[in-house]
């Protein structure tokens, strides 16, 4: 199995959503597109992953949104050394269709006294439906793994919730500990790297704005 020295997770660039949530009643989600602050955080994560990344080759999969979409090309990788494949279990929670924006902001605050993980938005996602998917994305990068042909770098181009689900599958976190967790801020990687006793470990961790406080004996 040829598994990848370096896991890199990114956070797309601002977007108009994150400025504007009255948007959301105009412009569906998943087009949005990226502000100038956005696309100048984009350029500027790109300089260091191409620094990170060098000459090694790189096997990239990228949310279908337009805003990831945007991200990857200010990147600018070389697409000598990179394959990029869209990756639909990468997308956003699913809020809805058409979005009130009182209506969300409701919603939020339920979320927040309910629990990120458990609460599901009207005609949309709970955490764990975005959890479920992430599992099933991660079945399938096991399965490129077993390419001796591998790239020695994968990047995954997504959202700061996939982001943090990706990692709490990939290390065993408990749901209180994801739910003690915040998103990384747009433009911002995380890094799973292979050590030398043969498993993976974060680079940085996700800044914590409460203390876990699990129901159960867990980890």
């Known amino acids: 199995m040829a598994r990848p020295r370096r896991i890199v997770l990114l956070r797309h660039g601002e977007s108009e959503g994150n400025v504007d949530d009255s ?6 989600d998943h087009a949005l597109k990226l ?5 100048r955080q984009a350029t500027e994560a790109g300089e260091r992953l191409r620094a990170a990344f060098g000459d090694e080759r790189v096997s990239i999969y990228v949310s279908p949104y337009r805003r990831t979409h945007q991200t990857l090309r200010l990147l600018d ?3 000598s050394r990179t394959r990029v494949r869209e990756e639909p279990r990468l997308r956003e929670q699913d809020w809805g269709n058409w979005q009130d924006r009182e209506d969300v902001r ?5 979320r927040d006294a ?4 458990f609460y599901r938005f009207a005609q949309g996602e709970s955490g764990a439906d975005v959890y479920d998917r ?3 994305f991660l079945e399938s990068l096991w399965r490129s793994f077993q390419d001796p042909a591998h790239p020695p770098n994968v990047l995954l181009v997504t959202h700061g919730l996939t982001m943090r689900l990706f990692c709490m599958r990939w290390l065993h976190w408990n749901v209180a500990e994801f739910e003690s967790l915040s998103n990384p801020g747009n433009g911002e990687t995380r890094a799973l790297l292979l050590g030398s006793d043969g498993r993976y470990h974060l680079d940085r961790p996700f800044e914590r704005w409460c203390t876990p406080k699990p129901y159960g004996r867990t980890g």
């Open 23 to 28: 948007v959301y009643e105009r412009v569906p």
């Open 35 to 39: 502000t100038e602050t956005g696309r």
């Open 77 to 79: 990788l070389d697409p």
């Open 106 to 110: 409701k919603q939020m605050a339920y």
């Open 114 to 117: 309910y629990g990120h993980f």
């Open 134 to 136: 992430v599992d099933a």
